[in-house]
C-alpha cells in the first residue's frame, strides 16, 4: 500500500513539473507565430487572435500534443523577408509550407535546421542568395524550385539519409551536382539552372528531365563528357621526333587566257546565286500570303473550343485566384486543385461534381460548372447571393469559387455519408458511394 501510494505521489509530481514546461513552449511558439505575422505583410487576413486556441482556431496552423508540429500557409500573399528568430523557433515543427507567396532575400538558416523539419516546401516565391548548408537530418522533402538562388548546390545534403525528394529547377545555381548515393533520393529535379561537370553515378538512372536546362552538365542521361586530353609525360619529352625534310614550293604561272576564263566564270556563278535567292524570297512571299488566307479560313470555320477534362483550360494569367468567402480556414489554391487526385462523385443538370483530396490532406468537393454561360458581374453576384445562406444548418457551406471564360468552379466541404437523397429515402449500398452533390 505504501509503495502504491509512493508511486501515485511520484507520478503527480512529474505531471506538475513537467506541464508547465509543455504550457510555456506551446506559449513561445504563439509568440513566434505572431512575431512572424507582424514582421511580414500578407494580402489574406490570418485572424490569428491570441486570445484564441492556437491549435483549434489559428489559420494553416496544426499542433502535435502541446507544440505547433505543421504551418502551411501556401499563396497567402505573404510579401518581404523572413525575419530569423521566428518561424526558426518552433523546434517541433514537421511541416513547413510558404509555397506560392512573395517571399525574398535570404532564406533563414534556423529553418533548414529545425530539428524535427521533415517537409520543406518554399517554391514559387523570390528567395535569392545561396542555399543554406545547415539541415535538419530528419528531411524527407525539399523543394526550392522557382526561385533566385544563386551558388553551389551544398554538399551536406549528400548527409541527409532520409531525403527522398529534392526539387532545386528554375533558379540560378552553379557548379557541380554532389553525390547524394547516401540518401534515399527517388525523386530529383535540377533543371534550369547553370549547372556544371559531369552528372555523379548515383544520379544517372534518373530521367533526362532532371537535368535539362544545364548546358554545361553531361554524363548520362544527357550526352556524353568529352575525353580529357593529357600532356605528354615528362619521359617521353626527350624523344627527338623525326625530321621530315622541307618540301620544295612549286611556282605555278597563270597564262593570261587562264585568269580570264576564272574571271568568267566565277561572274556566272555569282549571277546565279543571285537569281537563286531572288526566286525564292518571291515564292516565299507568295506563300506566306496564301498561308494568311487558309489560316483565316480554318479561324472562322470553327465554333467551339473541345471539351476538357477537370484540372485544364485556366489561362496563365488567371490561376491562383480563388475567392474565398469570408471565415473559411482553407488554405489553398487554384494550383493545388489542378494537381489533387480527384474522384467523380456524380453529374448534375449543371456540371460535374468531384471529390478533390489535396496534397495537405484536405478533402474538399469541387463542382464545375460546365454548361453555365454568364459574365463575369452577374456570375459573382450570384455567388455573393449564395454565400449569405451558407451558414444555414440543412445546406453544405460554400467555401471558395473561380471564375474564368472556360472554367467557373464551386468549393464546397466535403460531407461523407452520401446524398441527402440517400438520407431521406435509406437507400445508402456499397454500389452507391459515389453521389452528387446537392
Given at each position: ?109 534556423d529553418i533548414t535546421s529545425l530539428p524535427s523539419l521533415k517537409y520543406l516546401f ?202 474565398f468567402f469570408e471565415g473559411c480556414s482553407y488554405n489553398f489554391d487554384l494550383e ?43 456570375f459573382e453576384q450570384q455567388m455573393e447571393n449564395v454565400g449569405r445562406v451558407r ?48
Open positions: 500500500m505504501k509503495i502504491f501510494l509512493a508511486s501515485v505521489i511520484y507520478f503527480f509530481v512529474i505531471i506538475a513539473i513537467i506541464f508547465p514546461f509543455g504550457f510555456a513552449d506551446l506559449k513561445s511558439d504563439e509568440q513566434a507565430l505572431l512575431d512572424f505575422a507582424a514582421a511580414v505583410p500578407h494580402l489574406r487576413k490570418l485572424n490569428w487572435n491570441p486570445a484564441s486556441s492556437v491549435c483549434n482556431s489559428w489559420v494553416g496552423v496544426t499542433c502535435n500534443h502541446t507544440r505547433v508540429s505543421e504551418l502551411r500557409l501556401p499563396g497567402v500573399g505573404l510579401v518581404g523577408h523572413i525575419p530569423p528568430n521566428t518561424i526558426g523557433k518552433l523546434d517541433a515543427l514537421r511541416v513547413l509550407s510558404l509555397r506560392s507567396n512573395v517571399l525574398e532575400g535570404d532564406l533563414p538558416s518554399l517554391q514559387h516565391n523570390n528567395f535569392s542568395g545561396g542555399i543554406p548548408t545547415s539541415f535538419s537530418l530528419q528531411l524527407n522533402v525539399l523543394d526550392l524550385s522557382f526561385n533566385s538562388f544563386t551558388g553551389n548546390i551544398p554538399q551536406t545534403l549528400a548527409n541527409l539519409t532520409k531525403l527522398i525528394g529534392l526539387s532545386l529547377q528554375n533558379n540560378t545555381l552553379s557548379g557541380p551536382i554532389p553525390d547524394l548515393n547516401h540518401t534515399r533520393i527517388k525523386h530529383l529535379n535540377l533543371s534550369y539552372n547553370h549547372l556544371n561537370g559531369s552528372i555523379p553515378v548515383s544520379l544517372q538512372n534518373f530521367p533526362n528531365s532532371s537535368f535539362i536546362g544545364n548546358s554545361l552538365l553531361c554524363g548520362p542521361p544527357l550526352n556524353p563528357c568529352s575525353p580529357v586530353i593529357r600532356p605528354p609525360s615528362p619521359s617521353s619529352a626527350h624523344i627527338p621526333s623525326p625530321t621530315v625534310p622541307p618540301k620544295r614550293s612549286s611556282k605555278v604561272k597563270l597564262t593570261m587566257g587562264a585568269i580570264i576564263a576564272i574571271a568568267v566564270g566565277g561572274s556566272a556563278v555569282l549571277f546565279l546565286v543571285v537569281l537563286t535567292i531572288l526566286c525564292c524570297c518571291l515564292k516565299k512571299k507568295d506563300n506566306g500570303g496564301s498561308r494568311v488566307l487558309k489560316g483565316k479560313a480554318v479561324s472562322s470555320g470553327r465554333g467551339e473550343k473541345p471539351k476538357e477534362e477537370f484540372g485544364s483550360g485556366v489561362q496563365e494569367p488567371e490561376k491562383n485566384k480563388l475567392v493545388d486543385l489542378l494537381r489533387a487526385s480527384a474522384e467523380v462523385l456524380g453529374k448534375g443538370s449543371y456540371g460535374t461534381a468531384y471529390k478533390a483530396v489535396l496534397e495537405e490532406s484536405t478533402t474538399v468537393v469541387v463542382k464545375r460548372l460546365r454548361e453555365v454561360v454568364v459574365g463575369k458581374r452577374d451558414q444555414h444548418p440543412n445546406i453544405v457551406p460554400l467555401r471558395a469559387y473561380y471564375y474564368s471564360k472556360d472554367e467557373k468552379l464551386l468549393v464546397y466541404d466535403y460531407i461523407p455519408g452520401g446524398s441527402l437523397s440517400t438520407v431521406l429515402h435509406g437507400t445508402l449500398s456499397s454500389s452507391n458511394e459515389s453521389k452528387k452533390l446537392l
